[in-house]
Each structure stands twice: as C-alpha cells, then as structure tokens.
C-alpha cells in the first residue's frame, strides 16, 4: 500500500511539474511576444522620427540654399553699388579740382582787371593835372577860359565787378567748407550742376567787365580827386578788390546780390562782407548813399569782440567738451554762436568719417569707423546736457538777439534728437544733420552784420 501511495505521489508531482513548465512555457512566449511587438511598435516610431528629422533637414538645407543665393546676389549688388560711389566720388573730386583751377583762374583775371584799372586810373589823374596845368596856362598867358570836359563813366561796370567778386569769395568758401556727404547720386548730381552753373554765371561777365572796366575807372578818377580817403579794410577770403568804393557801399551791393543769387546759391551759409584793401578815393555821391543805405554802428567788429573777450568764460564737461558763456556781476549769457559752430564741427566730423566708411570694404575697419561715429554723438550730447544744465539756473540766459533761433526749447530739443537717434543709421545721421544745418542757416542768417549782435550782447551783458 505504502508503495503504491507513493507512486502516485511521485506521478502526481510529475504531473504538476509538466503543469508549471506548461505554464511557464506560455508566460515565456507571451513576454518574448510582447518584447517582440514592443520593439517593432519603437521601430517604427524610430522610423517615423527619423523620417520627419530628414524632412525637417531636407526644407533647412533649402533655406539655406535660397539664403546663400540672396546672400550671393546681395554681395553682387553691393559690390555694384560701391563701384558706382567711388565713380560718383571720383567724378566729384574731378569735378572740385575743374571749379577750384576756373575759381583761380577767373580770380586772377579778375585781379589782372583791377591792376588795369588801377593803371588808366594813374593815366586819368595824369591827363587830368597836364589839363589842369594847360588850362592855367592859357587862362594866364591868354586870358582864354578853358570848360575841361566831363566824363560821365558807367560806373556800373564797377558794381559788376564787385559782384563778380562776390560770387568768387562765395564759391571759394563753398569749396574750404568741403561739405560732402553721401546723399542719393540724384541729389549729388544736381549739387554739382548747381555750382558747375554758379560758375558759368560768374564766369561769362568777365569780358564785359574787361572791355568796359576803363569807362568805370574814368568816372571813378575824375570824382576822387575832390574826396577823402578812406582807411583801410581787409577783404574776407583771398579775393582782393582795387575798386576805390566804401566798404558801406559794398555792403548794400552785396545784399542786393545774395537775394539775386539766392536761388542757385542755396547752400550758401553766411553772407561775406567784401571789403576794400587799401587806402581808395571815392565818390562823395556813392559816399552819400552808402551813409543812407547802411546805418553806422555805436561799436565795430573788432572793438566789440575786444570789449566782450574779458567776459568770456569756459566751462569743461564730461569728457573733452567746454561750454562757453559770458559772465558779469553773476549774470551769464550763453555764447549761441560758439554753441552753434560746435555742433556744426561735431556734425562735420561724422560726415567726413562716412566717406571714410564708404571707402571701407573690411567689416572690422567699418565698425570702428561707426564707433568712431558714435563717439562723436556722444561728445555733442553731453555738450547739450552741459548747456541744459548751464541754461537752467536761474542768472543764465541766452541773447536776445538771436533768441528766435538759439533758446532753451531748441537746445532741448537737439539734446532729445542726438540722444535718441542713432548716427551710426545713415538715415538717422541724414535727418540730424539737416536740422542742424537749417538752423545753423537761420541763426546766420540773424547774426548778419555781425557787429548789430555784438553789440547787443554787450549792452545786454553790462546794462544793469
């Protein structure tokens, strides 16, 4: 019995370990099953990944192709474009060197004129006491009275010549003030046709002036001799004029001509005086309506920048600026004037920097070119902050006399713009520079003749 208990054990045992190995025969090929379907299902979302990373891929290496085309043709553009300013400049400075040798030119001719003229002057005042010696004689020996006759010269001739002179000294200071800036080539080209025609203009008069000068020079003889000389001026710019006429005369001539030339001299920023070199004689007739037409002044030019020079004061600022005022018993008035020719020096030294930038094909040499740029922003803008500051206590002001144009709302507002514009930005550059030189051309415009200004900036500063 025993035996027989225990082989069925044995084979119940057995039984159940073919059971357990059923069961784990199934367990195992159901993972390996579930391991199988889980690897395809990740391989295929590894395929579908790897799939869309090469699309992605594939549209990146097209934008990179087109980019690299734009790229390409921006670099043919802007090759192109540099070809042409430096044939635009070359051009220019062709066209400066033909206006500087006919300026020269035609200020020689001009000065060979006045020597002529100086020399039939000589002959008239010769003929003019060998007539009055003849006269005497014959009124004397013969008893005859002699009418010696008149010669009624075109003085206009003169004139003319005084404004030839004027468009040259004008055309000369167009030239030293080497204001070149890079604008559209239209505009470049119409600039130079502009003073291509002021040259033509002053140009063509001349051998008329040549042919009639001698008549002009006649008259002018023939009433100097009962006039009084003049003292002697100094002519503004190279140009020097022999004409025997008063320096007030002058004056109002060449006021006259600036509204003529107004037009085609628009970027003309002051209106020279031209004066006299030497010790002339004039007629009393021109002598009496240049006294009506300009009204003398209390104080002259030179008195009155000697008298104002003790009260100049200068005041430094951050960095390497000054602020300059004058100052009596703790009253203060801005300079407007030395304010105004700074910011025009600041602007113009940016301006020469673009050209240097336009001439600069390296991108390291440009950056430091626009640093530089910017460094002079910066400099003029704490300049104008100085002023502000300067302009806001309570004993400062600025002068009456050109308060229309130079205040403390127009300093305001340049310290706004060059503050927050941006100079190394063309455009930006471009719009500040013509605010600056509107104003600049209006305050000149007002400070003309300089000696009524002076003169009312001293009487302001010491008046009590």
């Given at each position: 019995?025993?035996k027989?208990?225990?082989?069925?054990?044995?084979?119940?045992?057995?039984e159940?370990?073919?059971?357990l190995?059923?069961?784990?025969?199934?367990?195992?090929?159901s993972?390996?099953?579930e391991?199988e379907e889980?690897?395809?299902?990740?391989?295929e979302?590894?395929q579908?990944?790897?799939?869309?990373i090469?699309e992605e891929?594939?549209?990146?290496k097209?934008?990179?192709?087109?980019y690299r085309?734009?790229f390409?043709?921006?670099?043919?553009?802007k090759q192109?474009?540099?070809?042409q300013i430096k044939?635009h400049?070359?051009?220019a400075?062709?066209?400066?060197?033909?206006?500087e040798?006919?300026?020269?030119?035609?200020m020689?001719?001009?000065?060979?004129v006045s020597?002529?003229n100086?020399?039939?002057e000589k002959?008239?005042?010769e003929?003019?006491?060998?007539?009055?010696?003849l006269?005497?004689?014959?009124?004397?020996k013969?008893?005859?009275?002699?009418e010696?006759?008149?010669n009624n010269?075109?003085?206009?001739v003169?004139?003319?010549?005084?404004r030839?002179l004027?468009?040259?000294?004008k055309i000369?200071e167009l030239?030293e003030t080497?204001e070149?800036?890079?604008?559209p080539?239209?505009?470049?080209?119409?600039?130079?046709?502009?003073?291509?025609?002021?040259i033509?203009?002053?140009a063509e008069?001349?051998?008329?002036?040549e042919?009639?000068?001698?008549?002009?020079?006649?008259?002018?003889?023939?009433a100097?001799?009962s006039?009084?000389?003049?003292?002697?001026?100094?002519?503004?710019?190279?140009?020097e004029?022999?004409s025997g006429e008063?320096?007030?005369?002058e004056?109002?001539?060449?006021?006259?001509?600036?509204?003529?030339e107004?037009?085609?001299e628009?970027?003309?920023?002051?209106?020279?005086?031209?004066k006299?070199p030497?010790q002339?004689e004039?007629?009393?007739?021109?002598?009496?309506t240049s006294?009506?037409?300009?009204?003398s002044t209390?104080?002259g030019?030179?008195d009155?920048y000697?008298l104002l020079?003790?009260?100049r004061?200068?005041?430094k600022?951050e960095g390497?600026?000054t602020?300059s005022f004058?100052?009596?018993?703790?009253?203060?008035?801005?300079?407007?004037e030395?304010l105004?020719s700074?910011?025009?020096?600041?602007?113009e030294e940016?301006k020469?920097?673009?050209?240097?930038?336009?001439q600069?094909?390296?991108?390291?040499?440009?950056f430091?070119?626009?640093q530089?740029i910017?460094s002079?922003?910066?400099?003029?803008?704490?300049?104008m902050?100085?002023?502000v500051?300067?302009a806001?206590?309570e004993n400062c002001?600025f002068p009456?006399?050109t308060?229309?144009?130079?205040?403390?709302?127009?300093?305001?507002?340049?310290?706004?713009?060059?503050?927050l514009?941006?100079?190394?930005n063309q455009?930006?550059f471009?719009?500040?520079d013509?605010?600056?030189?509107?104003l600049?051309?209006?305050?000149?415009?007002?400070?003309?003749?300089p000696?009524?200004?002076l003169?009312s900036?001293y009487?302001e500063?010491?008046a009590?």
């Amino acid at each position: 019995m025993k035996k027989e208990k225990s082989s069925d054990s044995v084979a119940i045992i057995g039984e159940i370990e073919s059971q357990l190995e059923e069961v784990l025969v199934k367990k195992k090929e159901s993972i390996e099953k579930e391991v199988e379907e889980r690897i395809k299902r990740e391989k295929e979302e590894a395929q579908r990944k790897i799939q869309a990373i090469e699309e992605e891929l594939n549209q990146e290496k097209q934008t990179l192709s087109t980019y690299r085309q734009l790229f390409a043709e921006y670099e043919q553009k802007k090759q192109e474009i540099k070809t042409q300013i430096k044939d635009h400049l070359a051009k220019a400075i062709e066209l400066q060197s033909q206006i500087e040798n006919m300026t020269a030119q035609t200020m020689t001719e001009l000065k060979v004129v006045s020597e002529l003229n100086q020399e039939l002057e000589k002959i008239h005042h010769e003929s003019l006491e060998k007539a009055t010696s003849l006269k005497r004689t014959l009124e004397e020996k013969y008893g005859i009275v002699a009418e010696l006759p008149e010669n009624n010269g075109d003085t206009e001739v003169g004139i003319d010549l005084k404004r030839e002179l004027v468009r040259l000294n004008k055309i000369k200071e167009l030239l030293e003030t080497n204001e070149v800036f890079l604008e559209p080539v239209a505009d470049k080209g119409e600039a130079r046709v502009e003073e291509q025609e002021g040259i033509e203009e002053t140009a063509e008069p001349i051998p008329e002036q040549e042919k009639e000068s001698p008549e002009a020079v006649q008259g002018e003889g023939e009433a100097s001799a009962s006039s009084e000389p003049q003292s002697k001026k100094e002519m503004v710019g190279p140009v020097e004029s022999e004409s025997g006429e008063e320096i007030k005369a002058e004056e109002s001539e060449e006021k006259e001509i600036s509204k003529e030339e107004k037009d085609s001299e628009a970027e003309v920023t002051e209106e020279e005086e031209l004066k006299t070199p030497g010790q002339e004689e004039i007629p009393a007739e021109e002598t009496e309506t240049s006294q009506v037409e300009q009204p003398s002044t209390e104080i002259g030019l030179e008195d009155a920048y000697n008298l104002l020079e003790k009260y100049r004061q200068e005041e430094k600022i951050e960095g390497n600026g000054t602020v300059s005022f004058y100052e009596h018993q703790d009253k203060i008035i801005i300079d407007s004037e030395y304010l105004v020719s700074k910011m025009s020096d600041y602007v113009e030294e940016a301006k020469k920097l673009y050209i240097k930038l336009s001439q600069t094909e390296s991108p390291r040499e440009q950056f430091f070119v626009k640093q530089d740029i910017i460094s002079f922003q910066e400099e003029l803008r704490k300049m104008m902050l100085g002023v502000v500051e300067l302009a806001e206590r309570e004993n400062c002001k600025f002068p009456q006399f050109t308060q229309e144009t130079i205040n403390k709302e127009v300093v305001k507002d340049v310290l706004e713009r060059v503050t927050l514009g941006n100079w190394s930005n063309q455009e930006d550059f471009a719009a500040f520079d013509m605010y600056i030189r509107e104003l600049k051309n209006a305050f000149t415009a007002i400070l003309s003749p300089p000696e009524k200004y002076l003169e009312s900036l001293y009487h302001e500063l010491t008046a009590n």
